[in-house]
């Protein structure tokens, strides 16, 4: 039971990861860009920033972001190995990855707090840095809305084209937080 309940564990934490992923994974420096572009449009309109706010927020929270991310991948590829070779993996070497895991959670704990409640305190009054929080959470949302939307328009084309439409596996429609635990 102890391997089946670790191997959920990862499956969950890997698939939620991943639908926050999914914009940064794979993409050209184009892709990349466009969607950095997207947020800082995004996150500027909903903050209701000013131009010096802006000027002073972005370097932040480009950095804040990036850091993030690698704590975010690190983890990611910790539970991925540790999916794909829990057969041969001991007990020990187990909780030393699951060790690993939690010691970069509280990596992205600690970072959080240096940037919401010292470095974007310093930038953004308080008002805003509180608001972030749910502009992060919308624009997510938000991304996975263009996903379902892609999705649901290749289905559609395919259907069109004379492909089969099975409903028989999720699509990118079926990508959400809620849906995946």
């Known amino acids: 039971m102890n391997k089946t309940f670790t191997r959920t564990i990862a499956i969950t934490v890997f698939l939620v990861f991943s639908t926050c992923m999914v914009p940064l994974v794979?993409?050209?420096?184009?892709q990349k860009e466009k969607f950095k572009k997207e947020r800082e449009t995004y996150?500027?309109?909903?903050?209701e920033l000013t131009e010096s706010e802006s000027e002073a927020f972005w370097?932040?929270?480009?950095?804040?972001?990036?850091?993030k991310m690698k704590l975010v991948e690190d983890e990611r590829n910790s539970f991925s190995y540790a999916h794909k070779n829990a057969e041969n993996l001991s007990d020990e070497e187990i909780t030393e990855t699951l060790d690993k895991i939690r010691k970069l959670k509280e990596q992205q704990l600690t970072l959080?707090?240096?940037y919401y409640q010292v470095k974007f305190m310093k930038v953004l009054p308080p008002k805003k840095v509180l608001k972030l929080y749910k502009v992060e959470w919308?624009?997510?949302?938000?991304?996975?809305?263009?996903l379902?939307?892609?999705?649901?328009?290749?289905?559609?084309?395919?259907?069109?084209?004379?492909?089969?439409?099975?409903?028989?596996?999720?699509?990118?429609?079926?990508?959400?937080?809620?849906?995946?635990?």
């Open 112 to 114: 959080e707090t240096e």
């Open 148 to 181: 379902r939307n892609q999705g649901e328009e290749k289905d559609n084309r395919g259907r069109r084209d004379g492909g089969g439409g099975s409903n028989d596996h999720p699509g990118p429609q079926d990508l959400s937080p809620t849906s995946m635990l």
């Open 26 to 30: 794979a993409q050209s420096e184009e």
């Open 59 to 67: 370097p932040l929270y480009n950095d804040f972001y990036n850091r």
């Open 138 to 146: 919308d624009f997510r949302r938000h991304l996975l809305r263009q």
């Open 43 to 47: 996150f500027t309109e909903r903050l």
